[in-house]
C-alpha cells in the first residue's frame, strides 16, 4: 500500500518536471534564436524575439538601452561601432547554455559566447559569458535583458 501511494504521488509531479524541462529548452532555444538573429543581422528576426520594453549591458557606448525598442537601438549602436573602429564578420556562437531558470512566466539564462572577427583585416576571437532575461509572451519566450561579461 505505502509503495502504491508513493507511486502515486511521484506520477503527480512527473507532468510538472517535464513542463518545467520544456519550458527551459524553449528559453534557451529563444536565446539561440536571438543570436542567430545577430549573427545575420537580421534586425527583424531580432527584434522579434525582444519584448517591447527590455534592458541591455553590452560593452559598446553608451553600455546601457533600456525602454521601448532597446533591441533595436542597441543593434544600430553596435553595427555603428562596429563600422567605426573597423570590426567586421562579428560572429557570436552559444557554446554553451551553462544555467536556466524559469520561475512561472520568468526565465534567466547564462550562455558561454565565442565571438570571431575581423578587426583591422586581422582574424579575432573573444570568448564571454552573457546572461538573458526573458518573459513569456502568451507560447513565445521574449529577451527581456541582456548583459555581456568580458
Known sequence: MRKSVFTLVALAFL???????????EAASSVRVFMDAYNRDDAKSLIAACAREASILYDVAPYHWS????CARWLKDVRNEE???????????VEMIRHVIVSGTHAYVTVDLHFSFRWHGKEGEEQDVAVFTLNRDGDKWLISGMSLAL
Do not use: F, L, M, Y
Request: hydrophobic letters at 35%; aromatic letters at 4%; zero cysteines.
Open 15 to 25: 507532468p510538472v518536471t517535464w513542463a518545467q524541462a520544456d519550458a527551459k529548452e
Open 67 to 70: 525602454g521601448r525598442d532597446t
Open 83 to 93: 563600422h567605426h573602429v573597423d570590426i567586421s564578420n562579428t560572429v557570436a556562437t
